[in-house]
């Protein structure tokens, strides 16, 4: 193993210092998807905006009342 990846999971955010300490001890660099990690020492952590995303959700909602978006080629080109 090179390196380690950490979903946003309860179990590994639960135990997060256990799991960011043994992956500092073996020196694998860790990315994961949870601020939480970065704060017990993960290397680079990754996570999207809820703002965002629901604005994106919003967006898109709307393009499907207002009968914008009936190709399944729109839906798949705003995947969220």
């Not at 995303?53 to 009936?70: C, H, S």
Request: proline share 2%; no cysteine.
């Amino acid at each position: 193993v090179r390196a380690l990846y950490v979903q946003s999971d309860p179990l590994f955010v639960d135990n997060r210092v256990l799991l960011m300490s043994a992956a500092l001890r073996y020196k694998l660099p860790t990315i994961a998807d949870d601020t939480a990690m970065a704060d017990a020492g993960a290397l680079i952590v990754f996570t999207n905006s809820d703002a965002e995303v629901n604005q994106r959700w919003a967006a898109f909602v709307d393009r499907i009342l207002r009968g914008k978006a009936r190709r399944s080629a729109d839906r798949a080109a705003n995947q969220i």
